[in-house]
């Protein structure tokens, strides 16, 4: 029921061309992850992750497995290594517990 009124308001909105234009790639901009700026979670995290970059082998494993997909692969020096988006990061240490190299420790983040 929740959804249909959500879906129906959608519509009146776009109707009465009171809809705004989003870049967001998905259909609403409060679903999904990193779905919506204002919904950013890294501020209740108590634990962050920190990649050891000389350890790291590049495999993208934790970028797999993050459940809010904050972690994205990069070229660093001609190598693909994790950078963490720690708007988004809540802490949960999945990165840090499958990592195979053992590259990502998990720092606290609070004083």
């Not at 879906?7 to 409060?30: E, V």
Request: charged share 30%; aromatic share 6%; net charge positive.
């Amino acid at each position: 029921m929740k959804i249909a009124k959500q879906l129906n308001l959608h519509t009146i909105m776009k109707k009465n061309n009171k809809h705004k234009k989003t870049s967001l790639k998905t259909p609403r901009p409060y679903c999904g992850p990193k779905g919506s700026l204002v919904n950013k979670t890294g501020n209740w995290r108590t634990n962050r992750p920190e990649v050891d970059f000389n350890k790291c082998v590049g495999c993208s494993l934790c970028a797999k497995l993050c459940p809010e997909p904050c972690i994205e692969m990069k070229k660093i020096n001609k190598q693909l290594k994790p950078v963490i988006d720690y708007n988004y990061c809540k802490g949960c240490g999945l990165c840090a517990k499958e990592c195979p190299v053992k590259a990502i420790k998990m720092k606290k983040d609070y004083k």
